[in-house]
């Protein structure tokens, strides 16, 4: 088509899809380098997170002279029965776990207050309430938890209550719910015997830089292959069995498994730490220095429960009083 002065200028259709074959190849250059800064970022608030958490455990210890408990059994809930194991599953003495006794160290005063932490309160008792609440200090942004642990398929095993992409060291191995070489366990009642749950920082005999205290966890983490491992996260509220063993799988974790385990195996999964960072998973040690392990780190494992001794890298790591020395992975 011809103007008064000439040939019209325009694109042809063959230009057209030239260039929109360059924008497309442009996009694609890009979208992984955007989707990579994001992650970053979000990588980094977990690093944050972790940190404040280890502040907290620090300005715990000052005033009480001691790192919180891991779980406090409540004989004041009515489902209490001395004695409760892990065979009676009709026991569900809700129990309030490290991450609630850090509330007010973590700006979260006024729900450590309303939920009458401090004064005994039955965790039972606002488990339909304050228990519910999402805390961001305790979600890694990088996983996809839901802000409620629900439909976990262990109906009794795990509290359905506010998720956390955190959990306690309490073993370099299976952990103990009375006592083990960790930083947190289950304080039991007078009467049950075991070791009491509350050390202090002089208790760490390994050095506070050499000793995980809190590790990340993850929700789900999907394999290549498209197999989907259920990790199933944390609560911060505390312990739905707080006399059980299963009270483990909602505020401890340990070296049970690797970092990032594959095999699908539920209770390895919920007690082992994981994250959906690439390679590794984040780690605040006792001295409040947070540091990204790699799951290759050096592991050795004698079966699904790990009941050997300490053995490794990564298990010296998790152990706090094993007298091996050990040099910090990078």
């Known amino acids: 088509m011809k103007s008064r002065s000439g040939w019209m200028k325009g694109f042809t ?3 057209l899809l030239v260039v929109i074959a360059i924008i497309g190849v442009l996009v694609g250059l890009l979208l992984p380098a955007v989707q990579s800064a994001r992650e970053a970022a979000r990588r980094m608030q977990c690093s944050n997170n972790l940190k404040q958490i280890g502040l907290a455990l620090h300005n715990y210890a000052t ?3 001691r790192l919180p408990p891991g779980v406090v059994q409540q004989q004041a809930d009515p489902q209490f029965v001395v004695g409760g194991t892990a065979a009676n599953t009709t026991n569900n003495t809700e ?3 490290w991450g ?3 509330l007010p160290y973590i700006e979260q005063g006024p729900l450590y207050d309303q939920a009458g932490i401090g004064r005994g309160a039955l965790l ?3 488990a339909t309430t304050f228990a519910l609440t999402p805390i961001s200090t305790y979600r890694c942004p990088s996983d996809t938890a839901p802000a409620v642990r629900a439909n976990v398929g262990f109906t009794v095993r795990f509290g359905p209550w506010a998720t956390s992409n955190y959990k306690g060291n ?5 952990c103990g719910i009375s006592g083990s070489n960790g930083l947190f366990w289950r304080a039991n009642a007078p009467g049950e015997g075991g070791t009491p749950s509350g050390l202090s920082l002089a208790a760490i005999v390994d050095g506070t830089s050499n000793t995980i205290a809190v590790g990340e966890i993850a929700w789900i983490r999907q394999l290549s292959t498209g197999v989907q491992l259920r990790h199933q996260a944390a609560v911060w509220a505390g312990c739905m069995q707080g006399q059980q063993g299963n ?3 909602d505020v401890f974790a340990s070296g049970r498994a690797a970092i990032n385990h594959v095999v699908n195996n539920s209770d390895q999964l919920a007690e082992s730490f994981s994250s959906l960072h690439t390679g590794g998973a984040q780690f605040v040690l006792a001295d409040g220095s947070v540091h990204f392990l790699s799951q290759n780190v050096d592991y050795v494992t004698n079966g699904p429960s790990n009941s050997s001794a300490v053995d490794s890298a990564y298990e010296r790591l998790l152990a706090r009083d094993d007298g091996q020395t050990v040099t910090l992975p990078e």
């Open 247 to 249: 009270c483990v799988d």
């Open 100 to 102: 609630a006794f850090l």
């Open 170 to 174: 309490c073993s370099h191995g299976g």
């Open 124 to 126: 039972q008792s606002v």
């Open 63 to 65: 005033t009480h002279k």
């Open 13 to 15: 259709l063959v230009e």
């Open 95 to 97: 129990s309030w776990g």
